[in-house]
């Protein structure tokens, strides 16, 4: 199907996406929502939300697309950006690599086995947990202001804060965050105390929001770093580069291969059941539905963005 314009995008979206979304919905039954985390148990799992941002910040949303919830391992993706912008590419990359592990997003595996036993990417827990301890700041304190500070730019919403709940929950439980920590400390690649550094990570990903703060940050990205509606620089073009390249080879984690067939854009989905996703010079979308399948990603989000993808011809190949 030719690519429409985006008036007839905009109509036939208005138009559909109600009945899109409730047959998306559907699909929530096939997965559970995250309780590892015991204060992200409490989302109801039949929950699916969207918004889609256009470049003039004009929006449609479906669904549960009030529903707040937060970050989680989307916010690794600014964390990643802020790291770069705060020590450019070298620092970044003498403490994570730029390769998918086809692992589970909390996996030790390839630390003990593969030298020089730094992370494999920036996006799964270990590379994240690297990455936080990069933020500018003298004091963790500091650091999660930076990232709040970050993140509220590109939102364009000064609200955005801290859910203080999932932060004590994540924390009160990390056992396997810790133990990556640990691993990673000994391995040389935290300069930074363990519990300094997972007070950063923890806070990055209990930043609440709701589908329409996530297609507003998509927008920047989709717009290679200018925010297209208060039309300012917010990231280096090549910082955005490196982390939609992330974003599109291991943001999904080990079903990152399946979502580039099947969508085609590049995403990073969270275990609160959200996903940031966007079509690149064009629009942000954010979607929130907490029950995921096996590898960590909502299934009532991926079918939705699968439908949406092929309906519009948005894969990018
Ligand atoms: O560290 C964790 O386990 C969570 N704070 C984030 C993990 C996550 O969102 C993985 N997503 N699929």
């Given amino acids: 199907m030719p690519h429409l314009q985006h008036d007839e995008t905009w109509k036939k979206l208005h138009t559909h996406i109600d009945e899109w979304v409730a047959g998306s919905k559907t699909h929530t039954k096939e997965g559970h929502v995250a309780s590892y985390i015991p204060e992200l148990a409490n989302a109801s799992g039949n929950i699916l939300g969207f918004c889609i941002m256009d470049h003039a910040g004009q929006t449609i949303t479906s669904g549960d697309s009030e529903f707040r919830f937060t970050l989680q391992s989307i916010s690794k993706v600014f964390s990643l950006i802020l790291a770069l912008m705060d020590n450019g590419e070298e620092v970044v990359f003498s403490k994570v690599g730029m390769e998918p592990t086809g692992d589970d997003f909390n996996s030790m595996l390839k630390l003990e086995l593969i030298e020089p036993g730094i992370p494999f990417n920036p996006l799964i827990?270990?590379?994240?947990?690297?990455?936080?301890?990069?933020?500018?700041?003298?004091?963790?304190?500091?650091?999660i202001d930076r990232i709040l500070h970050f993140f509220r730019d590109i939102a364009d919403n000064p609200a955005l804060d801290i859910n203080q709940n999932v932060f004590k929950s994540?924390?009160?439980t990390a056992h396997r965050n810790r133990s990556l920590a640990y691993f990673l400390k000994?391995?040389?690649?935290?300069?930074?105390e363990v519990d300094e550094v997972l007070r950063v990570y923890f806070s990055h990903c209990s930043v609440e929001v709701n589908c329409t703060d996530l297609a507003r940050m998509a927008l920047v990205l989709a717009h290679n770093g200018v925010d297209p509606i208060r039309k300012q620089r917010l990231i280096p073009r090549r910082f955005v580069q490196i982390t939609k390249t992330f974003m599109f080879t291991c943001g999904m984690y080990n079903a990152?291969?399946?979502?580039?067939?099947?969508?085609?854009?590049p995403a990073k989905s969270g275990v609160s059941g959200s996903i940031l996703t966007m079509v690149p010079g064009q629009y942000g979308i954010g979607v929130v539905g907490p029950a995921l399948n096996r590898k960590g990603n909502s299934t009532a989000g991926v079918h939705l963005l699968g439908m949406l993808s092929q309906e519009f011809d948005w894969s990018l190949f």
Wanted: hydrophobic share 35%.
């Fill in 186 to 192: 000994d391995n040389g690649v935290l300069d930074k």
């Fill in 256 to 265: 990152s291969g399946e979502f580039a067939m099947n969508v085609g854009l």
């Fill in 125 to 143: 827990n270990a590379g994240a947990i690297a990455i936080s301890s990069l933020i500018g700041g003298n004091t963790p304190d500091e650091q």
């Fill in 170 to 172: 994540e924390s009160d």
